[in-house]
């Protein structure tokens, strides 16, 4: 009898163990999934990839981010037909009551041992700072509601997200991508994440990303609004078409770098510097730069650094730092280290308090490294070992970066005064 009642007593226990492990997958899930969407113990596990059912979406701006946006998703299917329906106000699902539609390419990623296709559909000719309502359609199958906001324009105010590394350890990913939804629920004010590069450990195997666009989606926040990415290559990425067929070719190809402007006052320029940092790259810097030289603010996203925290400095030191400094950018983003860095103005290999400032270096989910903060450059900056994701405040009259750790703290802040340009 005693042996019962301890048997009795066991499963009682694992019972209560296993609501417990239900309710907080509830609690970490985005609400409003089915069950196909939680593993047993009710962690999130994504849309399932079945038939043509749109999953793995994601949200993709490039050069104007006020009128134009790239909807992309993964089907387990070949699609006969794929489209985005979209509207200035919410349909609730009904897709005959969308106003727009916009027609999806479709294709098979470059992967032998995945039969997956991608879905790209092009919206162009939007409203800035407008909401759009959408969902995904590929033959039939219509994902669920969805919206996000285009950028604005004219001498704009807003917010915006920054980094890189989120290969990996999938654990910390899936923490990253749910501090940037918490972030963008708590701040709507955030527009879109500009993402370093590195967001595979192999960006030529489309099991790496099958596992990253699954937890790409708990970025979306519990109301359906997407987080848009302003993607940048890794050196985990340097090579291959699944990055392009992933992020629909940002950039030219075999390229991808590119400038993005955010109202008239903001500028973005994203670089690759897994392919020549000079010839090509440093003439479309110089022109990018020189265009725009009396935008206030001025900033560059690339993966391996000029200044790094753990590495030895990469060719953006030779090619690309004095252009930075000829035109006065104000924040240069790398990533790459896996380490939080923000080094002291710098100018001519040396401190000077009208320099360009380095920030990064690589935290969205990757396991991090200990900085050698005895650099000189970390003399009034800061080093530190943890998982991070930049916010940007951009107003007429400062630039703020914060470094957001995990755990939500702000672990280091940082004011940029504009230029006299």
């Keep these: 009898m005693k042996r019962l009642n301890n048997h009795r007593a066991a499963l009682v226990i694992a019972a209560l163990i296993v609501s417990l492990a239900v309710l907080l997958g509830a609690l970490t ?9 939680r593993n047993p113990d009710g962690s999130y596990t994504g849309t399932k990839l079945d038939g043509t059912t749109p999953a793995q979406w994601r949200l993709i701006w490039e050069e104007d981010p006020a009128h ?75 994902s669920r509601e969805f919206h996000f906001i285009t950028a604005p324009e004219g001498d704009a105010e807003f917010k915006l997200l920054y980094g890189g590394d989120s290969r990996s350890d999938r654990d910390a990913r899936r923490t990253m991508n749910r501090r940037m939804r918490t972030l963008l629920e708590e701040d709507p004010e955030i ?16 099991e790496d990303w099958v596992e990253w666009l699954t937890d790409h989606e708990l970025t979306v926040t519990a109301d359906g609004r997407m987080l848009p990415v302003i993607p940048a290559r890794g050196n985990h990425e340097a090579e291959g078409p699944l990055y392009d067929e992933i992020f629909n070719t940002p950039g030219k ?41 009396k935008t206030r603010w001025q900033l560059a996203n690339y993966h391996r650094p000029a200044y790094p ?11 690309w730092v004095p252009l930075f400094e000829k035109y006065n950018l104000d924040i240069a983003f790398e990533s790459d280290g896996h380490a939080l860095k923000r080094t002291c103005a710098i100018r001519g290999g040396k401190q000077a308090d009208d320099g360009v400032v380095y920030i990064g270096e690589g935290g969205l989910g990757v396991k991090q490294r200990t900085p050698k903060d005895d ?36 672990y280091d802040a940082h004011t940029v005064k504009p230029r006299k340009r």
């Design 29 to 37: 899930a985005p609400p409003g999934l089915g069950a196909a969407d």
């Design 253 to 293: 190809k075999d390229g991808n770098f590119y400038r993005t402007l955010i109202g008239e006052q903001f500028l973005l320029v994203t670089l690759n510097s897994n392919i020549s940092a000079g010839g090509n790259q440093a003439d479309f810097l110089e022109t990018v730069l020189h265009e725009n030289e």
């Design 68 to 142: 134009a946006a790239s909807v992309s998703w993964t089907t387990a299917v070949k699609p006969e037909k794929s489209s985005v329906l979209y509207d200035t106000q919410p349909r609730n699902g009904e897709l005959a009551k969308y106003a727009h539609t916009a027609t999806a390419s479709s294709g098979r990623y470059s992967d032998k041992d995945f039969k997956l296709w991608y879905n790209h559909a092009e919206l162009s000719g939007l409203k800035p700072a407008t909401t759009y309502w959408f969902v995904m359609v590929s033959d039939g199958a219509a």
């Design 309 to 319: 925290a753990v590495k030895s400095p990469g060719s953006a030191l030779e090619h």
């Design 375 to 410: 650099r000189w450059y970390f003399k009034g900056g800061v080093a530190a070992s943890t998982l991070h994701v930049q916010k940007l405040t951009v107003k007429k009259d400062s630039l703020l970066v914060e470094s957001i750790t995990d755990k939500g703290k702000v």
């Design 191 to 206: 527009i879109a994440l500009a993402h370093g590069g590195d967001y595979v450990a192999d960006g030529e195997k489309m």
